[in-house]
């Protein structure tokens, strides 16, 4: 069956060598398509069909760089995770850069990315049978206006909101910022760019966070043709996994949209345990997740309390970058 076969075979930078979270980080990092290299063309989702059982059948593909020429390629059948994927299996295999492109080959298919296209072949005769196109989504909540009443963070203008945040020179916000404002329950818009790490994997790779009140981190990672773990992009850390991995390309614009309600307190004693959705490049990722017993979530700033808390964006050694940051506090 052609889809299963095909389905094996998918499934300004700056230097720096430091320990992040226990993991090696010692290549470069690109916040920036244009430098980005020769491998960055390469990386990114495709969408075609593919005949199976003498029918057409949808397939998404995700194709991640590991470094040194190596690639990673991931099959979805139904189409993209979160735009018809049917969250059953994938397909995972590794790839090399060649002088005809990047190259996957099992079980008797050969897949070739080049010029923005896959190619797949039956290696048997060297017949093309499919030619996946590279899209580039966009999240529906990119550059969300706030709504009335909300508190604007952050609009590109300055740190006036973040003290001791610093912005780049073109306007984006640097890891590293807390709210001057406290937040109860409320509702957070955030957009951020994950920097291009070929190099590094796991937490070494365009870590960050959002902190809810300082207090329950929703993960920042490159977890882009990742499982979706809880400890990968969108995941509440160590607490729950994203109900699917909406993690786009690196150094693609995405968002985080969080509806959070306070923990409840009667005195020094919690009655009702906090609990938070999240939507993720427009997908909701958690619904009406409850944080157990109210306990903060790995190096929170902030410890379990009654009292409100701010906006936090962690700094883990990556040059994660944000903009369009806003508030809508709800009443309760």
């Given at each position: 069956?052609?889809?299963?076969?095909?389905?094996r075979?998918f499934v300004a930078?700056?230097?720096s060598l430091?320990?992040?979270?226990?993991?090696?980080v010692?290549?470069?990092?690109?916040?920036?398509?244009?430098?980005?290299?020769?491998?960055y063309?390469?990386?990114?989702?495709?969408?075609?069909?593919i005949?199976?059982?003498?029918?057409q059948?949808k397939?998404?593909?995700?194709?991640q760089?590991?470094?040194?020429?190596?690639?990673?390629?991931?099959?979805?059948v139904?189409?993209?995770?979160g735009?018809?994927?049917?969250?059953?299996?994938?397909?995972?295999?590794?790839?090399m850069?060649?002088?005809?492109?990047?190259?996957?080959?099992?079980?008797?298919v050969?897949?070739?990315v080049?010029?923005n296209?896959?190619?797949v072949y039956l290696?048997?005769g060297?017949?093309?049978?499919?030619?996946?196109?590279?899209?580039e989504r966009?999240?529906?909540?990119?550059?969300?206006?706030?709504?009335?009443?909300?508190?604007?963070?952050?609009?590109g203008k300055?740190?006036?909101?973040?003290?001791?945040?610093?912005?780049?020179d073109?306007?984006?916000?640097?890891a590293?910022?807390?709210?001057?404002e406290?937040f109860?329950?409320?509702?957070?818009?955030?957009?951020?760019l994950l920097p291009?790490?070929?190099?590094?994997?796991?937490q070494?790779r365009?870590?960050?966070?959002?902190?809810?009140?300082?207090?329950?981190?929703?993960?920042?990672?490159d977890?882009?043709?990742?499982t979706?773990?809880?400890?990968?992009?969108?995941?509440v850390?160590?607490?729950a996994?994203?109900?699917?991995?909406?993690?786009?390309?690196?150094?693609i614009?995405?968002?985080?949209?969080?509806?959070?309600?306070?923990?409840?307190?009667?005195g020094d004693?919690l009655?009702?345990?906090?609990?938070m959705?999240?939507?993720?490049?427009?997908?909701v990722i958690?619904?009406?997740?409850?944080?157990?017993?109210?306990?903060?979530?790995?190096?929170?700033?902030?410890a379990?309390?009654?009292?409100p808390g701010?906006?936090?964006?962690?700094?883990h050694?990556?040059?994660?970058?944000?903009?369009?940051?806003?508030?809508?506090?709800?009443?309760e």
């Amino acid at each position: 069956m052609l889809i299963r076969s095909f389905g094996r075979c998918f499934v300004a930078a700056s230097l720096s060598l430091a320990f992040v979270g226990g993991n090696l980080v010692a290549g470069p990092a690109y916040t920036d398509q244009e430098s980005a290299g020769e491998d960055y063309k390469y990386v990114g989702e495709y969408v075609g069909t593919i005949e199976s059982e003498g029918q057409q059948q949808k397939i998404g593909v995700q194709v991640q760089a590991l470094g040194a020429g190596k690639f990673l390629g991931v099959g979805y059948v139904g189409g993209l995770p979160g735009e018809g994927w049917n969250k059953e299996e994938t397909r995972r295999v590794e790839g090399m850069k060649t002088d005809e492109g990047v190259v996957f080959e099992l079980e008797g298919v050969r897949s070739v990315v080049k010029d923005n296209v896959i190619s797949v072949y039956l290696v048997d005769g060297n017949r093309r049978i499919a030619e996946i196109q590279k899209v580039e989504r966009q999240s529906p909540t990119l550059g969300a206006k706030p709504p009335e009443g909300a508190v604007v963070l952050f609009d590109g203008k300055n740190v006036d909101h973040f003290p001791g945040a610093k912005m780049t020179d073109d306007g984006l916000l640097m890891a590293g910022a807390t709210s001057k404002e406290k937040f109860g329950s409320h509702k957070v818009h955030v957009e951020f760019l994950l920097p291009f790490m070929p190099e590094d994997s796991g937490q070494a790779r365009g870590n960050s966070g959002l902190y809810l009140q300082g207090r329950y981190e929703v993960q920042m990672l490159d977890s882009f043709a990742l499982t979706g773990e809880n400890n990968e992009c969108g995941g509440v850390y160590t607490i729950a996994k994203p109900d699917v991995n909406m993690c786009f390309p690196p150094l693609i614009w995405q968002t985080f949209d969080v509806e959070f309600h306070a923990a409840k307190y009667d005195g020094d004693k919690l009655v009702e345990e906090p609990w938070m959705t999240v939507k993720h490049n427009g997908v909701v990722i958690h619904d009406k997740l409850k944080l157990p017993k109210g306990e903060p979530t790995r190096a929170a700033p902030v410890a379990a309390g009654p009292e409100p808390g701010p906006v936090y964006l962690q700094d883990h050694g990556n040059p994660v970058r944000y903009r369009n940051i806003w508030v809508q506090p709800i009443e309760e």
